[in-house]
């Protein structure tokens, strides 16, 4: 199957490596990659290059997240040494999430433009409506949870966008949690009743998101990274059995 999953790792916050194991470990044999935030949400946690040298040791594929705010520009010199040092390929460039104090100056802008990313896949997120501008220098895009992400698909391809595209697909276990995700992720976007669904369905949120991958997939995305904060074993189990019906399903050729 050419569309590409990518599991978003929860970083452990803590100075061991169980948990970021276990979910390796869990998902290693249904996803095809491994995206490792750097701080998300403005909280400290085990460094992304760290953690992605450590998937590489046990031939998994990393995808590195690195953000501007909490970098200077030799601190990301660095980085990006260290990670074709390491022979990681695949690099996501992110501002990070917004912090009171102790932002750089630095900009994603800076980071695609910097000599030492040369030889590394760079990707950036894509804006929902705003022109492509600079950006065109990445090598793949990284669109919004949800199924607006078809609608950023759409936007790119009007500015001849040529290159991958990866959507974004939130697998959430309770109601609680859909509210908390939703009211902090500016852009992710669910149909009406999703939240209802929940009242007979305890796995409506899992549903959900493998309609999402479905969605995407027919609409000629390349592929999906995946947001599995609970659950996760049970979702590693609806994934894989998604991953074998599609398999199985008619090659349907993408929309042009």
Known sequence: ???????????????????????????????????????????AALSSVVLAVEALKLGLEPIVALNARDRNHLRLASDLLS????GIQEVLLLFGDQIETGRSDLTVRRMLEHEGGAGLRRGVVAPIS?????RKAAD????????????SVSHLRAQAWSKPVYGGAA?????????????????????????????????????????????????????????????RIRFAEMLAEWVAARRRAPVVERQP
């Open 171 to 231: 697998a959430l276990q309770t109601r609680e949690m859909a509210v908390r995700v939703m009211g902090g992720i500016p852009g992710f976007t669910v149909p009406d009743g999703y939240l209802e669904a929940f009242e007979t369905d305890p796995e409506a949120g899992f549903r959900f998101a493998l309609d999402c991958l479905d969605e995407l997939c027919d609409g000629g995305v390349d592929g999906a990274h995946l947001v599995v904060p609970a659950g």
């Open 83 to 86: 990670l074709r040092a390491f």
């Open 1 to 43: 199957m050419s569309f590409r999953l990518i599991y978003e790792v929860e970083p452990p916050r803590e100075p061991t490596l169980t948990k970021f194991f276990r979910q390796l470990e869990i998902y290693g044999d249904v996803v095809d990659a491994f995206l490792i935030p750097d701080n998300h949400l403005g909280r």
């Open 130 to 134: 705003k022109a492509l501008a600079w």
């Open 140 to 151: 793949f895009v990284v669109t919004q949870l949800g199924s607006a992400g078809l609608a």
